[in-house]
Nanobody
Framework: QVQLVESGGGSVQAGGSLRLSCSAS????????MGWFRQAPGQEREGVAV????????YYADSVKGRFTMSLDNAKNTVYLQMNSLKPEDAAMYYC????????????????????WGQGTQVTVSS
């Protein structure tokens, strides 16, 4: 059973930065996709950034390109999301997710493709 634990959310002013962390444990798959998703009240959960532990590029939503950076520390089974130049529209509950994969270097951005989820961490951005 895969377990994901997020941390690092909080409140910042527009233009500020936050760093989210997600530690994964309990999986035995050789490769997994890991992703950051977010959900604002009344909106669908959307993909923010995804990456494969097997290598390859990181994929970002257009709305965060150039501002957010997802990184992976395989030794610690941890992914990070560095969020810079935050905007009020970035405010949401942020979730870490994981799914086993056999496909090298590519991961889906759709939330429906992921089976394992963390509890979420709240990000608030004031204008």
């Amino acid at each position: 059973q895969v377990q994901l634990v997020e941390s690092g959310g909080g409140s910042v002013q527009a233009g500020g930065s936050l760093r989210l962390s997600c530690s994964a444990s309990g999986y035995t798959y050789s490769m997994i996709c890991m992703g950051w998703f977010r959900q604002a009240p009344g909106q669908e959960r959307e993909g923010v950034a995804v990456v494969s532990t097997g290598g390859g590029r990181t994929y970002y939503a257009d709305s965060v390109k150039g501002r957010f950076t997802m990184s992976l520390d395989n030794a610690k089974n941890t992914v990070y999301l560095q969020m810079n130049s935050l905007k009020p529209e970035d405010a949401a509950m942020y979730y870490c997710a994981a799914e086993a994969t056999l496909r090298i270097g590519w991961c889906p951005m759709g939330a429906d493709a992921y089976s394992y989820w963390g509890q979420g961490t709240q990000v608030t951005v004031s204008s």
